[in-house]
């Protein structure tokens, strides 16, 4: 409580502190904030707001932070305005009951920072529960957050008053490690801006943070996989043969990976038991389903409708996982795997990368959009985000590269670019490469076993592609040999080929040596 009123919380409703599963599930429900599925796991809506709304996201403008701000990709908010939306929220809180999460980000002892979550929602603090790092109850007995976030949906914006865009504020103090969210109930809101705080921190104290799903071995090797919404980060590193260490935040230290969570938050669309089962059966009771539909009836979720969004989200504690990595933390990488999925399919399955091509392809962060997932996209659109994960760093992306580079080098790391998107020609006209041959390219290459095969070089991307891999026909492995149309697929290489380099013009100045190793458009 002395926390809370420091916050300016001085008379709030009851307050519930550290509640376990079990309650904040019976809160929920009695609530009415959302009802139990046939799984036992508790489905919500978040209403309007059924993803991250960048565009509502902020970083205050505060004068130790500011001059290394990336403010080209962060919006800037002014430190008056700040202070004064901060005491319209802490006033629309008063009186109201709130739930308290208290609990850690960074498995790594070395890097463990405490975090605290204040919720209007029972299921937003399950979700908080969930999907962060729980502590024992000696390590919570004289808890004092160093990060604190608080969530408020029922708090909404005035953009005249308040400097906001609408409704919906997600606003991050880096200098007081504070974050406040406002007018949106997608819980998202509150993981990505505990990521965009650590990808502050943690730099600063020599460890690469990245957007990253993480798993090894049985014989401790330990693979990464970068990439955006959509590109099967979770869905890969979900590996029966496999440890999974975390599906999608995790650190690179000077003594190995860490796992910044402890807990997933998966895209359920189209899950099936069949081809993703840890995944589908960590759905149960504990787990939070976002957005899915359901049968009234039988509460049975439609895993297959995007009724309400096609980012239908699951939200599970990683012990969910069987034989998941407790604590999360892994060696040094030997395999990392940088995944996109090109709808204009001309990427290969698979290739392998030099140093600078993964410096390169790492900057570029690239995937595509496809036509119709948003309104005007008629044909597939080339998605730039750098690092993977631009909406989430407040420093320059060249930070993070050198970063990433120094570790490659010193640990001898191997890199490959996966496709998981199409094949035979582009969205509409191919087809979505079967996972099955993805997962074999992946195996192989965490294995080793392309090591001593053959490779071909792409003419437009300067990629190596293997001539053969383990479980993979041939023929698919360089995708102009699967379009029917080879002119039609070189006009496409080409189109794709100059959003690389017309992507890459804005980061030249300061990395131009690794121009060269583009694509030639």
Not at 65 to 72: C, M
Not at 176 to 199: D, P, Q, R
């Amino acid at each position: 409580m002395k926390h809370l009123k420091s916050l300016g919380l001085t008379n709030p409703g009851k307050v519930h502190f550290n509640l376990p599963v079990p309650s904040l599930i019976e809160h929920a429900l009695k609530r009415g904030e959302g009802v139990l599925a046939s799984s036992g796991a508790l489905i919500v809506h978040t209403g309007k707001y059924t993803g991250r709304s960048p565009d509502d996201k902020f970083i205050v403008e505060d004068s130790e932070v500011a001059d290394e701000i990336w403010w080209s990709n962060n919006k800037r908010f002014p430190r008056s305005k700040f202070e004064a939306l901060f005491r319209r929220m802490t006033s629309y809180l008063q009186n109201r009951e709130l739930y308290v999460f208290d609990g850690f980000v960074g498995a790594h002892s070395n890097f463990r920072i405490p975090l605290r979550v204040i919720n209007e929602y029972a299921h937003q603090n399950l979700f908080a529960r969930q999907l962060f790092i729980r502590g024992s109850e000696k390590e919570l007995k004289d808890f004092w957050p160093e990060i604190t976030v608080i969530a408020a949906p029922g708090f909404k914006a005035q953009p005249e008053v308040d400097g906001t865009n609408s409704e919906a504020f997600i606003i991050i103090s880096l200098e007081e490690k504070l974050v406040l969210i406002g007018g949106t109930l997608y819980s998202g809101e509150i993981k990505k801006s505990v990521f965009t705080v650590l990808n502050y921190l943690m730099p600063k104290a020599g460890v690469l943070s990245m957007h990253c799903s993480a798993n090894k071995g049985r014989d401790g090797s330990t693979a990464l996989f970068f990439g955006l919404s959509g590109t099967g980060k979770t869905t890969l590193s979900a590996d029966p043969e496999r440890l999974l260490i975390g599906d999608d935040e995790h650190g690179w230290s000077n003594e190995g990976i860490f796992n910044f969570e402890g807990g997933c938050y998966a895209k359920c669309i189209n899950l099936s038991r069949e081809k993703e089962p840890q995944i589908y059966d960590a759905i149960k009771f504990g787990a939070v389903l976002e957005n899915v539909v359901y049968d009234e009836t039988t509460r049975e979720p439609d895993y297959k409708s995007d009724a309400i969004t096609e980012n239908t989200r699951a939200a599970y504690p990683v012990d969910f996982i069987p034989g998941a990595v407790i604590p999360g933390t892994g060696g040094h990488p030997r395999t990392i795997i940088f995944l996109t999925a090109d709808a204009f399919g001309v990427l290969p399955p698979i290739a392998k990368l030099s140093f600078e091509q993964a410096m390169y392809y790492f900057i570029s962060g690239y995937t595509s959009k496809l036509a119709g997932t948003e309104r005007g996209i008629t044909e597939p659109q080339a998605t730039f985000s750098a690092c993977f994960g631009a909406p989430f760093l407040p420093l320059s992306p060249i930070v993070y590269a050198k970063l990433l580079g120094e570790k490659i080098k010193k640990h001898g790391t191997e890199v490959y670019l996966v496709n998981t998107g199409w094949t035979g020609g582009p969205y509409g006209i191919g087809r979505r490469i079967d996972l099955n041959y993805t997962r074999a390219m992946v195996k192989s290459a965490i294995e080793g076993k392309l090591s001593g095969v053959e490779f071909e070089k792409d003419p437009v991307f300067g990629l190596m592609i293997p001539k053969s891999c383990p479980g993979v026909p041939s023929e698919i492995l360089n995708p102009k040999n699967t379009w029917y149309d080879k002119k039609s697929y070189d006009d496409t290489a080409i189109k794709l080929a100059r959003s690389f380099v017309d992507n890459f013009k804005k980061f030249s100045h300061e990395m131009p040596e690794l121009e060269t190793f583009g694509p030639r458009a």
